[in-house]
Nanobody
Framework: QVQLVESGGGLVQAGGSLRLSCAAS????????MGWFRQAPGKEREFVAA????????YYADSVKGRFTISRDNAKNTVYLQMNSLKPEDTAVYFC??????????????????WGQGTQVTVSS
């Protein structure tokens, strides 16, 4: 089991920045692929970004590429999502998730076994 707790959400103006954190506990954090997802009101959950266990590979949804950066610190059992140039359409609940093995399913947002409870991000225009 892996327990995940997100933090860092809040209200920000368009063009601003936020950094989300996801603290993990339980089994060895460093063995897991970590992902960020988001769900806006009335919409399905969507994949945002993923990073492999060694932080040598990253993958982003087209909608956030060039604005968001995923990173991890295995010594702190934490994964981050730095969000810059935020837009109102980035408003959503953001979730972190974990799965084993990098590959096509990981970057497609499939097969994540462990999920956090989410943190709200609201971007005002």
């Amino acid at each position: 089991q892996v327990q995940l707790v997100e933090s860092g959400g809040g209200l920000v103006q368009a063009g601003g920045s936020l950094r989300l954190s996801c603290a993990a506990s339980g089994r060895t954090f460093s063995r897991y692929v970590m992902g960020w997802f988001r769900q806006a009101p009335g919409k399905e959950r969507e994949f945002v970004a993923a990073i492999n266990w060694s932080a040598t590979r990253e993958y982003y949804a087209d909608s956030v590429k060039g604005r968001f950066t995923i990173s991890r610190d295995n010594a702190k059992n934490t994964v981050y999502l730095q969000m810059n140039s935020l837009k109102p359409e980035d408003t959503a609940v953001y979730f972190c998730a974990a799965r084993e093995y990098w590959g096509p399913d990981a970057v497609a947002g499939r097969g994540y076994d462990y999920w956090g409870q989410g943190t709200q991000v609201t971007v005002s225009s």
